[in-house]
């Protein structure tokens, strides 16, 4: 594991727990994260994963902005069944047609599709979360399972276990930020 995985891993473990408390300054860590992943994922042929970063790093600046001027004791809000299928397909079909476009134009490509469909997913859930949507805990959990896997084959073994972490962590996320949606209800 390389010392920048490791600053990666420790900002993007900050990101998240501050994410799970509400806290504007998880974006700002997920900005510094994702720009230590960028690269990482460059040096491994996961080109997906590192045009995400930058995408990460926009949506970073706006959760930013819009967590930081609303009112403190914020509580999540539900998506229609609508809007998530929506998301869901739109996600869907990013990753067909990125992986497309990778598996014939860069020949060191890893994984053109999965990491094409993941990405596509990771950038549904950080809308989701950006708007302060519940279900975005739920689109974490399941990309970061297959996550788990595509960084063991490529062995990322520090990221792999980080994301392992993710998976209990949004978990919890998703527990904590119900418990509002419960009380409101």
Not at 63 to 79: A, F, Q, R, T
Not at 133 to 161: F, P, R, S
Request: proline share 2%; aromatic share 16%; charged share 10%.
């Amino acid at each position: 594991m390389s010392p920048i995985e490791i600053l990666a891993i420790i900002a993007s473990l900050a990101g998240v727990l501050l994410s799970m408390a509400k806290k504007s300054l998880a974006w700002v860590c997920n900005i510094i994260s994702s720009g230590l992943y960028g690269y990482i994922f460059y040096q491994n042929g996961l080109y997906s994963d590192m045009e995400l970063q930058g995408f990460f790093i926009l949506m970073a600046a706006y959760g930013w902005w819009n967590w930081s001027k609303s009112e403190l004791d914020w509580v999540p809000e539900k998506s229609s069944l609508q809007a998530l299928f929506i998301g869901l397909a739109v996600a869907l079909l990013f990753g067909a047609g990125s992986g497309f476009l990778h598996q014939q134009y860069f020949l060191s490509v890893s994984f053109p599709f999965l990491d094409a469909t993941l990405t596509g997913l990771s950038i549904y859930g950080t809308w989701l979360a950006t708007r302060r949507k519940i279900e975005n805990w739920i689109v974490w959990i399941g990309v970061d399972i297959v996550y788990v896997g595509m960084y063991v084959n490529k062995g990322l073994w520090g990221t792999a276990a980080l994301y392992l972490v993710f998976i209990a962590l949004a978990l919890k996320g998703y527990i904590d930020w119900l418990k509002p949606l419960k009380n409101r209800d």
